[in-house]
């Protein structure tokens, strides 16, 4: 068993996402948005626009493969949020980039640089 198995005990569908759809479940590790919300995030990561044909259906196809959750705050918008399965995600793509990056003690005391930062 790898240990991106052992950690996420998912079948690593993270390997399976897009770059975008990837961003869109980091975006909502921190709290549930509902859709502009998550635009602006987007828009504000690539400093570009983030039109709704792009963002929407990878939305609903996060939903559809049981990531996200959607759910309805008024007749016009909806919320969305990470599931378990979406956060498996999330740890998955991290345990993954790290194993990549983190190579040697000078590699991992930057990343524990990066996550003392955020604490």
């Given at each position: 068993?790898?240990?991106?198995?052992?950690?996420?005990?998912?079948?690593?569908?993270?390997?399976?996402?897009?770059?975008?759809?990837?961003?869109?479940?980091a975006i909502?590790?921190?709290?549930?948005?509902?859709?502009?919300?998550?635009?602006?995030?987007?828009?504000?990561?690539?400093?570009?626009?983030?039109?709704?044909?792009?963002?929407?259906?990878?939305?609903?196809?996060?939903?559809?493969?049981?990531?996200?959750?959607?759910?309805?705050?008024?007749?016009?918008?909806?919320?969305?949020?990470?599931?378990?399965?979406?956060?498996?995600?999330?740890?998955?793509?991290?345990?993954?980039?790290?194993?990549?990056?983190?190579?040697?003690?000078?590699?991992?005391?930057?990343?524990?640089?990066?996550?003392?930062?955020?604490?």
């Open positions: 068993m790898s240990g991106a198995e052992t950690v996420t005990g998912n079948e690593r569908i993270a390997r399976d996402l897009t770059a975008f759809q990837q961003n869109i479940l909502l590790s921190n709290e549930p948005m509902y859709g502009l919300a998550v635009k602006r995030e987007l828009e504000d990561y690539y400093d570009s626009e983030v039109n709704h044909g792009r963002l929407y259906p990878n939305l609903d196809d996060l939903v559809e493969r049981e990531l996200l959750e959607k759910s309805e705050l008024d007749k016009r918008t909806n919320q969305y949020a990470l599931t378990d399965k979406g956060r498996d995600a999330v740890l998955d793509q991290l345990q993954w980039t790290l194993s990549k990056y983190v190579t040697d003690d000078e590699r991992g005391d930057d990343v524990r640089a990066l996550i003392d930062e955020q604490l």
